[in-house]
């Protein structure tokens, strides 16, 4: 039977914890998150590897340029993460109470609720996802002055379709990237580390090792979805089209390695990442009488 106990917190007071911990692992890892924008968006050679990548944002921008969409990042952290880490577990009391056979700690209700709650966040804010890789991308000037400049440009010349371009794509990508990230992370920690082995759900050892395996496999997974959303993204005119038009432009060109490609600069950005969002968001759930993940 499916239950959820006082201490599991309030939907706020999840959304809270989780919008506090990826905003301040969005800021600390948004430099990588810059270079992995522009290893998938540019193909010469100058952007080809991670380090070649960082070499030149650093000789053309100084270190002001890895910094470029930071404040869109947080943003983006503190709203869509906030929403897909705070409605997990309630969606996932949902699941588990619509199939008989499963309760919450069934590996299948994990991951799907994980891939729910990240598609919900994804589409309710892939205004913020567009702004913030317009700004990555950008390697001469930024392309508008402020956050609020962005969106009131792109909303005079496209309208409010040109804020949800590639939606499609966002959201496959956040689906599959909560569902490999946060549900790996429930699996992993609860049904391997603390049943199987014993571990201590609440230690810090234990938080770090389940958050580290699933920033693998988390990467692995998103990584397809995130290169055909940073095309899309960056091609507002739809010179080549939309998400499945770049998916087929990507596989004739590359093959299938095209889906791969800064994979590495990906997990560089997406494993700090997702192990300074766990031990964050852990922590800040006990400070505030919450029980862990």
Request: aromatic share 10%; charged share 20%.
């Amino acid at each position: 039977k499916a239950t959820m106990s006082d201490s599991d917190g309030s939907v706020p007071s999840r959304c809270f914890a989780g919008g506090v911990g990826c905003g301040l692992a969005g800021l600390a890892t948004n430099p990588l998150d810059v270079i992995k924008v522009r290893n998938q968006q540019f193909t010469d050679a100058k952007y080809r590897t991670f380090r070649g990548a960082a070499a030149t944002v650093l000789a053309r921008e100084g270190v002001r340029g890895f910094y470029k969409g930071a404040t869109a990042s947080v943003l983006r952290e503190c709203t869509y993460s906030s929403l897909r880490m705070g409605l997990y577990e309630p969606v996932k009391l949902s699941y588990a109470s619509a199939f008989r056979r499963c309760d919450e700690n069934s590996p299948v209700v994990k991951l799907a609720s994980a891939f729910t709650s990240g598609a919900i966040g994804a589409a309710l804010f892939n205004p913020i996802d567009v702004v913030k890789v317009r700004f990555q991308s950008a390697a001469a000037a930024p392309p508008y002055s402020s956050l609020s400049n962005a969106f009131s440009a792109i909303y005079t010349e496209k309208g409010l379709g040109g804020l949800y371009i590639g939606t499609s794509a966002t959201v496959t990508r956040a689906a599959f990237l909560t569902s490999a990230e946060l549900g790996s992370y429930d699996i992993v920690k609860n049904n391997l580390f603390v049943e199987v082995f014993g571990l201590d759900k609440d230690a810090k050892g234990t938080h770090f090792g389940a958050s580290f395996v699933a920033s693998l496999i988390a990467t692995t997974a998103a990584n397809p979805a995130d290169v055909v959303k940073t095309r899309v993204m960056n091609d507002p005119h739809g010179v080549v089209g939309g998400p499945r038009e770049h998916f087929a432009h990507i596989l004739k060109k590359h093959g299938p390695y095209g889906f791969l490609k800064g994979w590495t600069a990906s997990y560089l950005r997406i494993g700090p990442h997702t192990v300074m969002s766990f031990m964050l968001i852990e922590k800040v759930r006990q400070m505030i009488g919450m029980e862990s993940y």
